[in-house]
């Protein structure tokens, strides 16, 4: 017999560029939520308020506030620190 198990990972770094902004953190976000994954998602600096309202509307909507996070600030900085942690040894 086998048997396959489904179990999150871990949380999902999303990153997302500022060329269609909303359309990529949807796209990130409702997989990575779907699969019981939590998420932090690194919104564009260029434009920030889009990944803030989707983060807003789901909070809104009843998903619970620790599954996700929303950061801002300089990728070189932001990405080094989020690969240097457990984050990304999955």
Known sequence: MQLVVKEPV???????????????AVR???AALCTGRSVILKGPEDTPASCADLIR??????????VLGLVYGDPGEISPTSSST?????
Do not use: I
């Open 86 to 90: 457990r984050l990304a040894e999955r």
């Open 57 to 66: 509307a789901l909070l809104d909507a009843g998903v619970p506030g620790d």
């Open 28 to 30: 990130k976000v409702s």
């Open 10 to 24: 871990g949380p999902v770094a999303a990153f997302t560029p500022w060329n269609f902004p909303l359309n990529q």
